[in-house]
């Protein structure tokens, strides 16, 4: 990876369909950001509480902690192009029946609410699969642009849209904006129906939904480096969605802004993310990521606090940073979950990570409107402030593990499917696994910790009771035992599962062996046959 290509923050886009996604996405997230600023300003016209107008981000958000991990199932399991079509009509569906009922005076705030969620409901179902598409489009070297890029996609929306939104609520009213939504919709059809996208060429039959939905969650819970970029990720949005949560009532009554001023704030904060996708590149060539992480996290919270403190002419330029300082923590969770993700799996963790960043904002949301209602938004903002000063200290205890998309994830073909004395059914097991090594007295303490990652290899890769024991019969046995769902779930760990950096810790595991062997054996669990009816 030369330096040029991965600082080159816009390279993604010389590639025709990635390109055209991004300016798709674009379309789609200027009309989404439209009508988030059009049901959040619907609510502030008609006198509604901080904590139902806070409500707005909170029924955006809360379907991710409903369906980000069937999301992330599903992408793995369907064709992601075309589950991505049809998740997009229906969003489209859900904006104009917004719109329809705007024109006819039958919106509540209840209803507002209702639509909200479900139009949420459809970005929480699609949003994996957006994230696994990245590494089929771009190569490697280019996955932290492409995360960038996506969130500009998000932020460069966020420019145009709120204060697009602002001038087209104060001319046509809320219903306008819902539908210019809704028809944006089309844009991300188009781009994916022209997307000649490769066949899927798996061998082994597809894994029941449950089943996946396991293995994913087994996957997130065994793999130290996605723990660690999650724990992060939710450090960083409980307290920051304080910002966003109260932006429309800090606007109002602190900076006495109407519909189009608070677009015009949105769009400050827009921009800041556009100048962060340019500076992020070049941080991450002189600082660490978790420098950016706590750097971010402090800059944001500067931004929190000039919400509710500061004039406006002092207000804009620090939240032109803080949406730069956004930008700058977003990409570095983001890049760093997708090189460090296999492809096999990536969606289904990928949702698990949006169910904590996008859930942590859901539950953020709420907490930061009921704390404005109870005490009033400039404490919410200032504790909110607070604590993302803690969260940008925290880094020096909490990094990011050195190993962050640097470890081998690309599938391993040195482990064959063994030959068995029958053949086992797709269906058949638990299958219980045990490999014998013979290791001498003197090497087990080195032995015993190098098999600690082949643990949490054969747990990522779907393997479940893991043990090591040591033979009381003779000094140099040591026999691992693990189990496996089924006999489909056990060749899927050795064609699609295993990686490379999983292959490096048992081949560092074995060179520490007698004879540098291992002998695997398995068995097939068995139903006691049903009891002959007895005589009487």
């Known amino acids: 990876m030369t330096a040029t290509t991965e600082g080159s923050a816009w390279a993604p886009l010389r590639n025709t369909v990635y390109r055209n996604l991004f300016l798709a996405q674009m379309i789609s997230n200027i009309g989404l950001w439209m009508e988030s600023v059009g049901a959040q300003w619907f609510l502030v016209e008609r006198g509604s509480s901080p904590t139902v107008i806070a409500l707005v981000q909170t029924a955006s958000l809360a379907p991710t902690i409903l369906f980000s991990l069937l999301a992330g199932v599903l992408a793995d399991l369907l064709d992601r192009r075309r589950m991505l079509i049809a998740l997009s009509v229906y969003s489209g569906v859900v904006g104009a029946v917004m719109a329809v009922l705007a024109w006819t005076g039958l919106l509540t705030a209840s209803l507002l609410l209702v639509t909200t969620f479900l139009l949420g409901a459809g970005s929480a179902l699609t949003s994996p699969a957006w994230q696994a598409i990245q590494p089929e489009l ?300 013979r290791v001498r007295p003197d090497s087990l303490d080195d032995f015993t910790r190098a098999m600690s990652r082949v643990a949490r290899g054969r747990r990522r890769t779907g393997g479940s009771c893991w043990r090591l024991y040591r033979s009381g019969d003779d000094t140099e046995l040591v026999v691992e035992q693990f189990i496996i769902g089924s006999w489909s779930e056990y060749r899927r760990q050795h064609t699609e599962r295993w990686t490379g950096y999983d292959h490096e810790s048992i081949t560092a595991a074995v060179a520490l062996t007698v004879d540098g062997r291992t002998e695997e054996n398995r068995f097939f669990a068995l139903r006691p046959a049903p009891r002959a009816t007895e005589e009487r």
């Open 138 to 437: 771009v190569p490697r070297e280019q996955i932290p642009s492409a995360s960038a890029l996506g969130s500009v996609t998000v932020n460069g929306a966020r420019a145009v849209g709120p204060a697009l939104a602002g001038v087209v609520v104060a001319a046509a009213g809320p219903g306008a904006v819902f539908a210019f939504n809704a028809v944006s919709y089309l844009a991300v059809v188009w781009a994916l129906a022209i997307w000649r996208r490769p066949p899927d060429t798996r061998v082994i039959e597809r894994e029941r939904i449950g089943t996946s939905l396991v293995v994913g969650v087994r996957y997130v819970l065994a793999a130290p480096t996605i723990r660690r970029l999650m724990l992060r990720a939710a450090m960083f949005a409980f307290p920051a969605s304080a910002l966003w949560a109260l932006l429309p009532v800090a606007s109002s009554r602190h900076l006495g802004l109407g519909s189009a001023g608070y677009g015009g704030i949105l769009g400050v904060l827009g921009l800041g993310a556009l100048l962060g996708v340019v500076l992020v590149p070049r941080l991450r060539r002189s600082v660490s990521a978790s420098i950016v992480l706590g750097g971010g996290a402090a800059v944001f919270g500067v931004g929190t606090l000039a919400l509710g403190f500061a004039p406006l002419w002092l207000a804009i330029p620090a939240l032109l940073a803080a949406g730069a300082a956004w930008i700058a923590a977003l990409t570095t969770v983001n890049s760093g979950i997708q090189l460090s993700l296999p492809a096999w799996v990536r969606a289904r963790a990928m949702g698990a990570y949006l169910l904590v960043f996008m859930g942590s904002q859901a539950v953020g949301s709420y907490v930061w409107g009921a704390v404005a209602t109870a005490v009033g938004y400039r404490t919410a903002l200032l504790v909110a402030g607070a604590v993302l000063g803690v969260v940008a200290l925290s880094v020096r205890h909490i990094p990011l593990r050195e190993s962050t998309g640097k470890l081998d994830r690309e599938v391993a073909m040195t482990w064959p499917v063994p030959t068995l004395v029958f053949e086992p059914q797709p269906d058949d097991g638990p299958v219980l696994v045990t490999v014998r090594y």
